[in-house]
């Protein structure tokens, strides 16, 4: 009997060459794509034809395409509440959020896990490159980093539990972006060159403080901008505007160039000063999820990364609590940013990671 997978399809080439191999190599497929948002939750009119339109429609061609069935979930409540308010609330706490990792944490790997699971199918299967092993002497699964080190996403699944992982395939990990590109051309996908999608989806114009304040219907008042002694030195437009180690954008002048450095939310304060302001050698990890190990007994010397496009630095990591971590870098790290996730790296295998406090 041949094992059930749901393919999380999302109209581009990634998720649609890895329907195609699930396919190849004999599962039961159908593919879903997830309906995340309406229109007019973004700012966009009712007969706008989104992306997301199109993106549905290049899902359900490949999946008509290769022969299976292909459904759209309406998970819009769920993403609002766990992507778009947590997203805005970040902001308004003087953070800076990384929503593609709520949304595969809070979606694809927990409300459409429970709805392959209550559809009795054996897996969830998406494009993410990265590999899942399991550990024969712990019998621990194990998240693994992809072979195309360029395009690894393993940073941003650094919260899937053993559950999860246990009924998830990546079919793409073995493989090089060139190489899904290629599977897609020899098979016809119309979506073969499209584009990756470097925007936040629900920011399609990637401005920010518009999308929270259209969407709050509020205005975040000016403030100071204060130097590190905390003198004043201009105003800010409101704190959502900023995040720690901007440059752009700031509106004053000084002899040398200055960086958002700290965001007081309580305060209504933004801190400047100059590049060397930015570095530090320590961060507290909360929120945090562990893979390869149930926990750390005591300090371990890892790789660890504080953001998707930073290569990995060496770090001593101490687990000061269940759901907290410290993490002390052997060289100082350049603006460590509150709301960010930090993930933790022996070779190739994911230890775990947290949000940086």
Known sequence: ???????????????????????????????????????EDIGLSQGHTCCSLEDVEDA????????????????????????????????ENGATPNPCIDCNRFLKFDKLYHRAMELDYDYVVTGHYA???KDKTSGRYLLKKALDSTKD????????????????LFPLGEYRKAQVREIAAQQGFENAKKHDSQDICFVPNGKYSEFIEGYTGKSYPPGDFIDESGNIIGRHGGIIRYTVG??????VSAAAPLYVTKIDPVANTVTLGGNEALYSRSLTATDLNLISVDKIERPIRVKAKIRYRQSEQW?????????????LFDEPQRAITKGQAVVFYDGDIVVGGGTIR
Do not use: P, W
Request: net charge neutral.
């Open 315 to 327: 770090a001593t990591l101490t687990q000061t609590d269940t759901d907290e971590a410290e993490v």
């Open 131 to 133: 590999r899942i092993d």
């Open 246 to 251: 901007q440059r752009r954008g700031l509106g």
């Open 153 to 168: 996403q393993s940073y941003v699944l650094y919260s899937m539990t053993q559950e999860q992982l246990a009924h998830t």
């Open 60 to 91: 359900r061609s490949v999946a008509y395409q290769i022969g299976i069935l292909h459904y759209v979930f309406n998970f819009s409540d769920r993403f609002r509440e766990k992507v778009m308010d947590r997203f805005v609330a970040a902001y």
């Open 1 to 39: 009997m041949s094992k059930k997978a749901i393919i999380a399809m999302s109209g581009g080439v990634d998720s649609s060459v890895a329907a195609f191999l699930m396919k190849e190599r004999g599962f039961e497929c159908i593919g879903a794509t997830m309906k995340l948002y309406h229109n």
